[in-house]
């Protein structure tokens, strides 16, 4: 049980004893330390149901609460704050108590759910842009929040294999290179390699999808092969098949890099087959309805500021669409994968998207009430000119340049700052991708997701400031001390009560751990945990110039000390971890 709740379930019994709700003993840390360690606003919240004023209630709670042993301190402030410290035993007996525990004082969800993640989602052919890379970040921080409060997590990728690129695709190898047997109807013997490198791929589809925005011919053609592969044209098929291998072979070595896994590595492919009798049943129920010759469903509702556009569930030319894989991409999470959640981390520019396949989800009842379904949109990563990120030549920034910029920057930092230099190449090389993977997802975690802001490599890949390299270097060095307490035969021991205000402020701050994760989880929105690392690691500083952990000469209290050290680096790492970042061993 975390401090926090462990206060306020005791303000929560004074409250109790008056007859009002417990729920209004709620403790959380106080807004003025210099005051006090913790507040409770309850009592005005309180004056209204119980119809006195403020401060007399406050007065009977602090009465109630006063002859308890762990209170050094407990007084009334302005109209009725309760302001509370705790005695330096009581906070030893706590840091004891947490340090030990596997969750660090979380307590894990008494009822878990299965929460599928649907994250980065980058397209067959088509470089990552930065959307998905922002996806895959925030997405896969998510994920490991989600599996430790406890839950079962299921990571996909959704990959984008089954639309009108693939179409786009075939119909202009086809005009590149028509002999292939791919393109002969009657085949079914063909070339175990594939046909294309990823170097031709992204040559391919960028002049492809150019070229139908004009040419009309041209797009009815790729729009024709598109239904044709849906409906299983068996050369097409296999040619699909080996594009998106090498399409997908490239993509996984970019998520290696990030230290980014999939439980499924499934596609929009993976529902070809529920695709048919999904938009077979709809369209024989009341729900779906011909337009101009596509299947659709009206989604608007009388309570829309806007208007919201049908959603299309099989084009004019027979195919099926981004929207359609969802529904039956829904169908399948709920019949395979038992989803009670679904989280779907996707550019928030794609929010009317979600509404759409959300509403039809729901009316046709592929999604049942239970299951629950969200968009954790996010804002955009812009470049120095205040627009999306884009490379020198304006084109779109590949995931893999990007993985190479940061570590290239890594680098000239660690060269700079005199780091791991006569280190083994290849450990060099390790530290360098986890600095500059670290300078990467904490410059994009640490802003609330919904925000835009500006990719700073300079910034970001810094030793100092609010940075992932920052946060790694401090727990590098938290791993040498205590490597040097060991080689010193020195062990961490219990924790007695804090002897200076650094030490106090540190254990302090440390049980806060608990409560980060909730809100965190509870907002989706990893930088309370990326913000609360960056306090941690500063008021660890403090500490440790105030305190002189290795030439304390009182054996017990040396032991303590190496304990507040201990349970730091056991935070710290845990909060690193949930945002995707390594810390070497090191530095
Ligand atoms: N492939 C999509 C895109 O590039 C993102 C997929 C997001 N996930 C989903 N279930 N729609 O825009």
Not at 359 to 374: H, L, S
Not at 381 to 402: A, H, I, Q, S
Request: net charge negative; with cysteine; hydrophobic share 40%.
């Amino acid at each position: 049980m975390s401090l926090q709740k462990y206060l306020s379930e005791a303000v929560g019994a004074a409250f109790a004893s008056l007859g009002l709700r417990p729920e209004l003993g709620q403790t959380v840390p106080s807004q003025r330390p210099e005051l006090a360690q913790f507040q409770c606003n309850g009592a005005m919240a309180a004056a209204k149901e119980a119809g006195r004023p403020p401060r007399d209630i406050a007065e009977d709670v602090v009465a109630h609460l006063s002859s308890r042993e762990e209170i050094a301190d407990i007084d009334i402030a302005g109209p009725g704050f309760i302001n509370l410290t705790l005695t330096d035993h009581a906070l030893a007996d706590w840091a004891n108590r947490l340090s030990a525990e596997d969750h660090l004082g979380f307590d894990p969800v008494p009822t878990p759910r299965t929460v599928i993640v649907d994250y980065a989602g980058p397209n067959v052919a088509k470089a990552m842009h930065i959307g998905h890379i922002r996806a895959t970040i925030i997405g896969d921080s998510l994920a490991r929040l989600f599996q430790f409060a406890g839950n079962k997590v299921i990571r996909d990728p959704h990959f984008g294999d089954w639309g009108f690129q693939m179409g786009l695709l075939i119909a202009a190898l086809e005009e590149e290179a028509p002999d292939l047997p791919y393109f002969d109807e009657g085949a079914t013997d063909f070339p175990p390699a594939p046909p294309v490198t990823l170097e031709d791929l992204q040559r391919i589809y960028p002049e492809a999808s150019a070229r139908a925005r004009n040419d009309q011919e041209f797009a009815a053609a790729a729009r024709e092969k598109t239904v044709a592969l849906q409906r299983g044209r068996t050369g097409y098929r296999e040619l699909w098949r080996q594009m998106k291998e090498v399409s997908e072979e490239s993509q996984r070595a970019d998520f290696a890099s990030l230290g980014v896994n999939f439980d499924l590595w499934f596609g929009e492919s993976d529902v070809r087959d529920r695709l048919e009798p999904l938009v077979e049943k709809l369209r024989s129920s009341e729900i779906a309805e011909v337009s101009d010759g596509a299947l659709i469903v009206k989604v608007d509702e009388p309570d829309d500021n806007r208007e919201l556009p049908p959603l299309i569930l099989e084009s004019s030319a027979g195919g099926y669409l981004y929207s359609t894989f969802d529904l039956a991409t829904i169908q399948m999470r709920v019949e395979e994968q038992g989803a009670d959640l679904i989280l779907y981390v996707v550019d928030r520019r794609q929010s009317d998207h979600f509404t759409q396949v959300f509403r039809v989800a729901r009316k046709t009842g592929i999604a049942p009430d239970e299951v629950e379904m969200e968009h954790i949109g996010f804002g955009t990563m812009n470049g120095p000119d205040g627009k999306p990120f884009k490379t020198r030549e304006g084109g779109v920034v590949r995931l893999g340049d990007l993985i190479a910029m940061v570590i290239d920057a890594a680098k000239n930092r660690l060269d700079e700052a005199h780091l791991a230099e006569e280190y083994p190449e290849a450990e060099r090389e390790r530290i360098a991708m986890q600095v500059g993977v670290a300078a990467l997802k904490y410059g994009d975690l640490v802003n609330n997701r919904s925000s835009d802001y500006v990719f700073d490599l300079d910034r970001f890949s810094s030793f100092e400031g609010k940075t992932g390299p920052y946060l790694q270097y401090a727990a590098v060095r938290i791993k040498s001390i205590l490597r040097k307490a060991e080689e010193a035969g020195l062990a961490a021991g219990t924790v007695t009560p804090p002897g200076v205000g650094e030490e106090r402020d540190l254990l302090i701050e440390l049980t806060n751990f608990p409560e980060v994760i909730e809100r965190t989880i509870e907002l989706r929105s990893p930088n309370h945990v990326a913000e609360y690392a960056h306090v941690l690691a500063g008021k660890f500083n403090r500490f440790y110039d105030a305190c002189h952990i290795l030439s304390e000469e009182d054996p017990a209290r040396r032991a303590s000390l190496l304990a507040l050290v201990r349970w730091t680096l056991a935070t710290l790492e845990t909060l690193l971890d949930m945002l995707g970042i390594e810390v070497p061993d090191r530095m």
